[in-house]
């Protein structure tokens, strides 16, 4: 029997959804979404995901790949990657995603899962950057030249490019459908109007005052300016006499030549201000902070060891966070100072960047704690589990995971072992590749590799070994430990202390084998026993085989004590082989004894017979009570009811 592992390659993808990332121009690479289901579990794990585009669901033609995504990490069932197929794939043509899996670094080749997944209108907006370029005047930038459009326009400009009328200017209507050649436009604050220039073709020397407007400077008069004027460049004014009041703004950069005597300085209580004349004597009392213990110009401020320091407007704060602390933390009060989560999300603990614990809530308040590898996994929907830790995510190239999927399970360690569904409360301790599978509730394999309890075996328990197994409905049964010893359907509180080989078959409830190798209790054989030896059967009901070797009991309440090759057949109940080797009672010899010796033999019906030992000594058919006390060779014969040989030879 080899051992069993259940990570398997049965793969089905669930669920696939694709979508593009969006940029200020696009590329050409898809983010897809997935989830794994690896045998009849969620994946959990590292795997290696392979994606090839086709045009059809079946058959078709490759449109993009293979891509191949190494190392895909894999949680619940959850992965996500970004394909890059290139530009042209999406063109508006129905596409179909291929996928293959396998483990993370497995030799194997890929699985391919079946079917391929439709890729949705998401995909397809790959083809929007050609929108850039229209395929005609109508949709292209190049209608953007104004010498290159044809056709009516719409709205405030119509007609063709050779007749162009435009009825309003910035949303303000045109009085005129156009204006005359020497007209022009103008806004009068409503609309605009049609206006006239007419300037005389010889027009030369000064012209008068009198026919500028009023807000243009005059040559020989005081000016008048009106409105918000705007000087550009330099104002020279060359005239002393000239007069500039008003309020000024700006920091006078660029000014030079200034008469200092004609300045009025700034003072500060009557004191003239100079460079780097303002110093603490003149600054008044409870103004400004003028030193800062006794530092003085730019002071920093920085925060220590677990303190901050926040500003905010003109305030600033210094306190001390309510973190935990790497040195640790003083003052806590139990059920308010926590470590966690005050929200229904799990809550990880990593080291080296890995997940090493794992709490799950639930809404019973009864959380999942799963220690270990990152790949160790409690089903969906299951509460109460402990999973101590084991598993590993890469061990030489392989994940090994610990799987719990019934209440209030417990894995304790190891790798590879498995509880399945509805087998509530039942442990593992440790080992490789055991399993308890569904609805056996309570039961417990302590430790060892390859040991199965199988399905309704309530309570059963394989206490160690390796390769041994309690079948469907053996109720309470048990394996101590040793090799391949096993345990049939129905043969509850069936027990195999040790040994090797060892089984106790269907339906023999409360059979034992206390040890040795190869030792059976038969089908049926209720209440039967082997105390050790090899080769031994105890196949009638409470039959006993106490040693011994090819020794074996077959009626009910048969006794064989040692000795090898003794045989107590069936129906001869009650009989009684004590040992010696060779020796038989036959069928419906009831009650009958064999002490020792070899080749004795008791044939059918003789009832109450006895043969004390000796050898060669024979009880024919029928002969009831017959008796030999030793010897060899005698014979008590057919029909001889209460014949007695007391020894000798024939």
């Known amino acids: ?189 409503a609309q605009w109007t049609p206006g006239s220039v007419a300037l005389a073709t010889d027009v030369s020397g000064t012209m008068a005052d009198a026919h500028l407007s009023s807000n243009v400077g005059l040559l020989d008069s005081n000016q008048a300016f009106t409105g918000s004027n705007t000087f550009n460049g330099r104002i020279i004014a060359t005239n002393t006499a000239n007069v500039i009041v008003g309020t000024f703004t700006g920091n006078g950069a660029g000014l030079t030549s200034l008469n200092g005597a004609s300045l009025v300085p700034a003072t500060i209580g009557g004191t003239a201000l100079g460079a780097n004349s303002v110093s603490a004597d003149k600054i008044a009392p409870n103004q400004v902070v003028k030193s800062l213990n006794g530092l003085r110009d730019d002071v920093t401020l920085a925060a220590g060891t677990n303190a901050t320091l926040t500003a905010s407007a003109q305030t600033l704060t210094l306190s001390t966070p309510t973190d935990w602390h790497v040195g640790g933390n003083s003052g806590t009060t139990p059920g308010q100072n926590f470590i966690g989560t005050s929200d229904p999300q799990p809550l990880e603990l990593r080291v080296n960047g890995q997940r090493a614990l794992r709490l799950e809530p639930n809404s019973i308040g009864a959380p999942n704690v799963i220690g270990g590898a990152l790949v160790n996994f409690v089903a969906p929907g299951v509460v109460g589990v402990t999973i101590a830790g084991g598993g590993a995510a890469n061990y030489n190239g392989n994940a090994y995971s610990n799987a719990v999927l019934a209440d209030y399970a417990v894995i304790a360690g190891g790798s590879v072992n498995t509880i399945e569904g509805n087998a509530s409360k039942a442990v593992i301790g440790g080992g490789a590749g055991n399993l308890i599978q569904a609805n056996s509730q309570y039961a417990t394999i302590s430790g060892g590799g390859g040991n199965w309890i199988h399905t309704n075996a309530i309570a059963a328990t394989i206490a160690g070994g390796q390769h041994n197994t309690i079948q469907t409905n053996a109720v309470g049964a048990a394996v101590g430990g040793g090799e391949d010893n096993k345990i049939q359907t129905n043969s509850y509180f069936g027990t195999i202390s040790g040994g090797a080989g060892n089984t106790v078959w269907a339906n023999a409830y409360y059979g034992t084998v206390a040890g040795g190798w190869a030792n059976a209790v038969g089908t049926n054989a209720v209440y039967g026993s082997v105390g050790g030896g090899w080769n031994n059967t105890a196949g009638g009901a409470g039959a006993t085989v106490a040693g011994g070797s090819y020794n074996a009991a077959l009626a009910k309440l048969g006794v064989v004590g040692g000795g090898e090759l003794n045989i107590i057949e069936g129906e001869a109940s009650r009989a009684t082989i004590g040992g010696g080797g060779g020796n038989v009672v036959q069928s419906n010899s009831t009650y009958a004894t064999i002490s020792g010796g070899w080749g004795n033999a008791i044939q059918t019906n003789a009832s109450v017979a006895t043969i004390a030992g000796g050898g060669h000594n024979l009880i024919q058919t029928n002969a009831r009570a017959g008796t030999i006390g030793g010897g060899e060779g005698n014979t008590v014969q057919t029909n001889s009811s209460y014949g007695t040989i007391s020894g000798g030879a024939e």
Do not use: C, H
């Open 1 to 189: 029997m080899k051992t069993r592992y259940l990570l398997t390659s049965s793969l089905l993808l669930l669920v696939g959804t694709a979508g593009l990332a969006t940029a200020a121009v696009l590329g050409t690479a898809v983010s897809y979404q997935g989830r794994l289901v690896d045998g009849s579990q969620t994946a959990n794990g590292v795997y290696d995901l392979r994606f090839t585009l086709y045009d059809a669901l079946a058959n078709g033609n490759v449109i993009g790949g293979p891509l191949t995504d190494m190392a895909t990490s894999v949680s619940n069932g959850l992965f996500a990657v970004t394909l890059d197929f290139g530009s042209g794939v999406f063109a508006g043509d129905a596409r179909w995603l291929e996928i293959a899996v396998r483990t993370n670094g497995a030799a194997g080749s890929f699985i391919v899962l079946s079917p391929r997944q439709p890729l949705l209108a998401a995909p397809f907006a790959l083809f929007t950057p050609a929108a850039g370029s229209a395929l005609s005047a109508n949709t292209s930038a190049a209608a953007d030249a104004a010498g290159s459009f044809t056709g009516p326009l719409a709205g405030d400009a119509t007609g063709t490019q050779a007749a162009t009328v435009v009825s309003r200017i910035r949303g303000t209507p045109i009085s005129v459908t156009s204006p005359s050649p020497n007209q022009f436009l103008r806004y009068d604050g």
